[in-house]
């Protein structure tokens, strides 16, 4: 069974400052990576996907990277804003016709960008 | 492009009733998943549909039902509501096509209170 961590749970950050949020998948049989944003009380705002035959992929300020051998993804975000302050997902979409429209999701990395 | 609606934003109902909601995906997006998120459990996959199919479903009771119809809209039927029913269930438009490249887009989620 696929299950989704995210470490830390929580973190806060002073403005300006370079920050990594971590995911890790216990089965590496993924199709992609997705991660997203998620503001108090809305929905998801999905800020990159990553193919199971990519490394990583670059928006912007964000850079995420995809480790399948060893379970783990990285979301690096550089030159943190407080309009970055946000909960943070990750989830991993499965192989398999039984695994369509699906993603599992990790429980989140809140995190909060002081000014 | 609209993105994801659902509708309503916000319901309130007694345990025993029924409840549906509804979302519209983005125009030319045939699949539609639905997630139940809530604090303890946090993003819950209920089930996927594509052209009127349900083609996926996720580990929850009969009382969840859901459908689809011909111009991709679905709708979410929760019968004989719990407490524990309450949540923000937010449901996702993608493509459909299955392949890596196939994002989810979330909608802003319809925030369910049972009383």
């Known amino acids: 069974k696929q299950e989704v961590t995210q470490i830390p749970a929580a973190l806060s950050v002073p403005e300006g400052e370079n920050l990594v949020l971590n995911c890790s998948f216990t089965?590496?049989?993924?199709?992609?990576l997705q991660w997203f944003r998620q503001d108090p009380g809305k929905g998801l705002t999905s800020l990159l996907l990553?193919?199971?035959?990519?490394r990583e992929q670059t928006s912007g300020r964000l850079n995420a990277s995809l480790d399948k051998s060893s379970g783990r993804s990285t979301l690096y975000i550089a030159a943190s804003q407080p309009g970055d302050s946000a909960t943070y997902l990750c989830a991993v979409g499965l192989i398999g016709s039984s695994n369509t429209g699906k993603l599992i999701f990790g429980q989140g990395t809140t995190l909060q960008v002081k000014p | 492009k609209a993105g994801v609606t659902q509708t309503p934003r916000y319901l309130i109902k007694t345990r025993g009733q029924q409840v549906t909601l509804s979302c519209s995906p983005i125009?030319?997006?045939?699949?539609v998943s639905w997630y139940q998120q809530t604090p303890g459990q946090g993003l819950q996959f209920l089930f996927e549909y594509f052209s009127e199919t349900q083609r996926n479903k996720g580990n929850f009771p009969g009382r969840f039902s859901g459908r689809q119809f011909s111009n991709s809209r679905s709708e979410m039927n929760v019968s004989t509501l719990e407490l524990g029913d309450s949540a923000l269930y937010l449901c996702a438009s993608s493509l459909g096509s299955g392949g890596r490249a196939d994002t989810q887009y979330f909608g802003p989620g319809t925030r369910l209170t049972v009383l």
């Open positions: 990553i193919q199971s035959s990519q």
């Open positions: 089965d590496s049989a993924i199709y992609n």
């Open positions: 125009s030319g997006h045939r699949s």
